[in-house]
C-alpha cells in the first residue's frame, strides 16, 4: 500500500502537469508517487481503473508507462485541485496505491 507519510519519507524529485512526483524515481521501472492531496503510488498502480470511473469530479487522467513491470498505465492526478475528499477512490482500489490527505 501507498506509505501515507510519503511527503516525510521521500522527496520531491519533479513536477508533472502541474503536480508533484516524489521519488525514488528510476525509468522505466520505478516512477515513485504522483500527487500530493490526492497521491498515487505509480510503482503500485496495476491499472484497475476502478478510480477513474468512480472519482466524481474526474481527478485522474490516464498516462502511459511503458515498460513498468505492473502496468503500462497509471491513474495520474492530474486534477487533484478539484477533488471534494469523498474517498471513494481509497476505498475502491484493490491495491491501495491511492492516499488522499482530507485532514
Ligand atoms: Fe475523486 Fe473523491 Fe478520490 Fe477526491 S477522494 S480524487 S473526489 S474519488
Ligand atoms: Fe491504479 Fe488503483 Fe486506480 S490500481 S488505476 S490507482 S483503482
Ligand atoms: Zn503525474
Redesign the pocket.
Known amino acids: 500500500a501507498i506509505d501515507p507519510q510519503f511527503h516525510e519519507n521521500r522527496d520531491q524529485v519533479d513536477e508533472h502537469e502541474g503536480h508533484s512526483v516524489w521519488g525514488p524515481v528510476d525509468e522505466p521501472e520505478e516512477l515513485g508517487i504522483h500527487g500530493t492531496h490526492v497521491a498515487?503510488d505509480f510503482d503500485?498502480?496495476?491499472?484497475?481503473?476502478?478510480?477513474?470511473e468512480d472519482c466524481p469530479v474526474d481527478v485522474?487522467e490516464w498516462v502511459d508507462t511503458p515498460g513498468h513491470p505492473e502496468?503500462e498505465k497509471?491513474?495520474d492526478p492530474t486534477h487533484e485541485a478539484q477533488c471534494i475528499d469523498c474517498m471513494l477512490?481509497v476505498d475502491?482500489?484493490?491495491?491501495d496505491?491511492?492516499d488522499v490527505d482530507a485532514g
Open positions: 498515487v503500485i498502480c496495476l491499472a484497475d481503473g476502478a478510480c477513474l485522474f502496468s497509471k491513474a477512490c475502491v482500489c484493490p491495491v496505491a491511492i
